[in-house]
């Protein structure tokens, strides 16, 4: 990569030179029966350049491909906006790197799905299938200011879907980390409880009550707190948190902050995709605004700190030619101090959304949100009692961040779309409102 980047030096004014390698092996097991079992190698070079005053891309699979520069400079002729910026701040060291996940072969991840496969039949039979992917990436990265750096990432993620007769998922389960982690029997056996109580299904009332937002439903609603903290959002005047700073936004008892540090983390990261170490910005302290989440340049515009988020990732691809753009890293809803089972004990009639469609529709910026429930059982007397069917949530967070009554203590991946986001416990809303055909 240095020749590269030393060939690239002596055809413009200044760049930053990008690489990223992943090694990915995926399993899936569909009643205990290997489904498919896939292994890539993938090699990105991502150039970002200035030439007399204007800003060029291009990308490449070849450290040998000399032609990215001369594709870089084409495509700054044509390309509207400020030169890029780019910074040298020294990186720490992070815990996102598993030695013994990365020497496991295919065969010993097989296992641990098949394993797992097992253990799930124990506590009912029903039709399942898992899917494991583990992936190894080495990332580097050089500036003309001085940056040179590189760091190793591992991740696993185990998903597990059970499915109805009809063929339908009726539950599922995600979770991921930068280092190995087993899934409990405790966790096998709640998955597969959820799966005998969705047998069962319940239409419900339209009207105000509370609901239940499992962990890894709250990525629907994060996602629109994540693009009001959005320092670019802020600078464009088209965040309702614009002026909210040091002001209460939420219930007092909601924490929240992004984390691109957090200790094997599934998205923890040395540095981000501009080069900007990463750390914990506290986003929500005791339902007061603390911080937004900046970039290089939304950190010029609203002369604030550089967070560490920008990444090559939009909501529906995560590819090396991605500009660099602002987005969460491991975005946490810190537990709260009521226990899981205490949160929906005295609900008298309520639900729980496990999982929703329509995360990505609705202006997201402005807080509003109308999700269809596509995972969700009704409570009663303070229990689970079957699966909810044509129901659909919805609101403004700005407004319901106020009516939070109570935050668990098992956090769990948040999903928003086709990727994670962040880890959240089950949160407790009252008087929300529900669309049902009851």
Same mark, same amino acid.
Do not use: W
């Given at each position: ?9 002596? *055809?413009?004014?200044?760049? $930053? ?16 029966? %290997?489904? =498919? ?23 490449? #699979?070849?450290?040998?491909?000399? #032609? ?20 040298? $701040?020294? +990186? ?20 641990? =799905? ?11 039979? %029903?039709?399942? *299938? %898992? ?5 190894? &990436? ?20 185990? =998903?597990?879907?059970?499915?109805? /007769? ?8 995600? #979770? ?9 029997? !405790? ?17 419900? /009332? ?20 994540? =693009? ?15 002026? !909210?700073?040091? *002001?209460?936004?939420?219930?007092? %008892? ?64 995560? /590819? ?47 807080? /509003?949100?109308?999700?269809?429930? &596509? ?30 009554? +109570?935050?668990? *203590? ?29």
């Amino acid at each position: 990569m240095k020749n590269l980047f030393d060939y690239i030096k002596t *055809q413009v004014d200044d760049a $930053e030179l990008y690489k990223k390698a992943d090694e990915i092996i995926s399993i899936e097991i569909k009643q205990g029966h %290997i489904k =498919a079992v896939d292994g890539k190698d993938v090699v990105g070079y991502s150039l970002r350049m200035n030439k007399d005053g204007k800003g060029g891309t291009a990308v490449s #699979s070849s450290e040998d491909d000399t #032609s990215i520069v001369d594709r870089a400079i084409t495509s700054s002729k044509y390309r509207t906006g400020k030169p890029f910026k780019f910074l040298h $701040e020294e +990186a720490g060291n992070v815990q996102c790197y598993d030695s013994k996940l990365a020497e496991m072969t295919a065969k010993e991840l097989i296992a641990i =799905a098949k394993s797992i496969n097992d253990r799930l039949n124990k506590f009912g039979d %029903i039709t399942s *299938q %898992i899917s494991l992917e583990r992936t190894i &990436s080495h990332v580097e990265m050089m500036n003309t200011v001085g940056l040179s750096d590189a760091y190793k990432k591992t991740h696993l993620k185990v =998903a597990i879907a059970t499915m109805s /007769e009809s063929g339908f998922v009726q539950n599922a389960y995600t #979770s991921a980390f930068s280092s190995y982690f087993e899934i409990s029997d !405790k966790q096998l056996e709640d998955i597969v409880n959820k799966h005998m109580i969705s047998n069962k299904t319940h239409q419900v /009332e339209t009207k105000r009550m509370p609901v239940v937002f499992s962990g890894k439903a709250m990525g629907a609603l994060m996602t629109r707190l994540l =693009a009001g903290v959005n320092g670019e959002f802020i600078s464009k005047g088209v965040s309702p948190l614009e002026d !909210k700073k040091n *002001q209460v936004i939420a219930s007092d %008892i909601l924490n929240i902050s992004d984390e691109g540090n957090l200790p094997q983390g599934f998205a923890t990261i040395k540095f981000d995709d501009e080069g900007t170490p990463t750390s914990k910005t506290t986003i929500i302290e005791k339902g007061v605004l603390k911080n937004f989440l900046n970039s290089v340049s939304s950190s010029e515009k609203l002369e604030g700190k550089v967070t560490g988020n920008a990444q090559k990732k939009t909501m529906f691809s995560k /590819e090396i030619e991605n500009q660099p753009l602002l987005d969460s890293t491991n975005f946490m809803v810190h537990p709260g101090k009521t226990s899981d089972a205490d949160i929906i004990k005295d609900i008298d009639y309520g639900i729980y959304v496990d999982g929703v469609m329509g995360t990505h529709t609705g202006n997201i910026p402005a807080g /509003e949100y109308s999700l269809n429930v &596509s995972i969700g059982y009704l409570i009663e007397k303070g229990k689970l009692t079957g699966k909810v069917v044509d129901a659909m949530v919805s609101g403004n967070i700005y407004e319901d961040l106020f009516k939070i009554k +109570a935050v668990g *203590q098992k956090l769990e991946l948040m999903n928003v779309v086709f990727y994670p986001m962040g880890y959240s416990p089950m949160v407790r809303f009252d008087e929300i409102n529900v669309v049902g055909t009851k």
